[in-house]
T-cell receptor, first 111, second 114 residues
Framework: TQLLEQSPQFLSIQEGENLTVYCNSSSVFSSLQWYRQEPGEGPVLLVT?????EVKKLKRLTFQFGDARKDSSLHITAAQPGDTGLYLC???????????FGKGTMLLVSP | KAGVTQTPRYLIKTRGQQVTLSCSPISGHRSVSWYQQTPGQGLQFLFE???????NKGNFPGRFSGRQFSNSRSEMNVSTLELGDSALYLC?????????????FGPGTRLTVL
């Protein structure tokens, strides 16, 4: 069974702070995706990383895929209340058509 | 273009009943996947349909079933409901099956079993 462990499970910070969310596994993934889910909505894809060591930036969000393609991190700079939501990582493996999701990190950014 | 739609958005049932949930994918998308989301287990894969054929199935009992129609719309059915079936059921569509295709999620159906 492929498992993705996310940490922390819950994070409450003030506007303007920086934070990092982690996604770890003992399995190798061919791709790793990050989603954000807001209350009452389905997850929305933020980024897909496919190469070990890859770093992608999306405005104040920086995503990194580990060299061994077993882990990933999401760093948010100067968090804003609009960043509040559940952040999910999901791993895909070649030859499989389904994704394995972590349980998520619930982020609350207060003004 | 319109996103993934799911109906109904909210549903309350009692133990032993059965329920049918519906998902309309984005126009042109042929793959539909279903997930169950609970606070304790997170998102768990139920099954995936592509061109009316079930291609993958998660580790759920036979009470959970689904189907896909020729217009790619999909339904999932849960029979003999149990309290533990209370969850948010999410549907996701993509152009093709496989992890290389972006999945677009609907808002989900919140099922409560009393």
């Amino acid at each position: 069974t492929q498992l993705l462990e996310q940490s922390p499970q819950f994070l409450s910070i003030q506007e303007g702070e920086n934070l990092t969310v982690y996604c770890n596994s003992s399995s190798v993934f061919s791709s790793l995706q990050w989603y954000r889910q807001e209350p009452g909505e389905g997850p929305v894809l933020l980024v897909t990383v496919v190469t070990g060591g890859e770093v992608k930036k999306l405005k104040r969000l920086t995503f990194q895929f580990g060299d061994a393609r077993k882990d990933s991190s999401l760093h948010i700079t100067a968090a804003q209340p609009g960043d509040t939501g559940l952040y999910l990582c999901a791993g895909g493996q070649s030859g499989y058509s389904t994704l394995t999701f972590g349980k998520g990190t619930m982020l609350l950014v207060s003004p | 273009k319109a996103g993934v739609t799911q109906t109904p958005r909210y549903l309350i049932k009692t133990r032993g009943q059965q329920v049918t949930l519906s998902c309309s994918p984005i126009s042109g998308h042929r793959s539909v996947s279903w997930y169950q989301q609970t606070p304790g287990q997170g998102l768990q894969f139920l099954f995936e349909y592509f061109s009316e054929t079930q291609r993958n199935k998660g580790n759920f009992p036979g009470r959970f079933s689904g189907r896909q129609f020729s217009n790619s719309r999909s339904e999932m059915n849960v029979s003999t409901l149990e309290l533990g079936d209370s969850a948010l059921y999410l549907c996701a569509s993509s152009l093709g099956g496989g992890v290389g295709y972006e999945q677009f999620f609907g808002p989900g159906t919140r099922l409560t079993v009393l």
